[in-house]
């Protein structure tokens, strides 16, 4: 069984930057695509950024230029790297992956005051 966990949120001031991870753990698995959702309150989950097994990659309009998605197999690591972070960026981040079916993380709390 596979399990994925994030780390990396907190409180952060706008402009701040935060490095969020995710680890695989329990069967060794490759994922065919992975990325990061997030869900403020009152809101929907949106997508933030994704990145396939070539290294292709998206990012929602809101944050392009500001966060960079990347993973290391070698760890069974997902990163998000989130610079200039805005209070419109809070919310609760989770990972997605697919390989042989859709697993997803618990979540991690990003706030970032003003």
């Known amino acids: 069984q596979v399990q994925l966990v994030e780390s990396g949120g907190g409180l952060v001031q706008a402009g701040g930057s935060l490095r969020l991870s995710c680890v695989a753990s329990?069967?060794?698995?490759?994922?065919?695509?992975a990325g990061w959702y997030r869900q403020a309150a009152g809101k929907e989950r949106e997508l933030v950024a994704r990145?396939?097994?070539?290294?292709?990659?998206y990012y929602a309009d809101s944050v392009k230029g500001r966060f960079n998605i990347s993973r290391d197999n070698s760890r069974n690591t997902l990163y998000l790297q989130m610079n200039s972070l805005e209070p419109e960026d809070t919310a609760v981040y989770c990972c997605?992956?697919?390989?042989?079916?859709?697993?997803w993380g618990q979540g991690t709390q990003v706030t970032v005051s003003s």
């Open positions: 329990g069967d060794t698995i490759l994922f065919s695509t």
């Open positions: 990145i396939n097994s070539g290294g292709s990659t």
């Open positions: 997605r992956a697919l390989s042989d079916r859709v697993y």
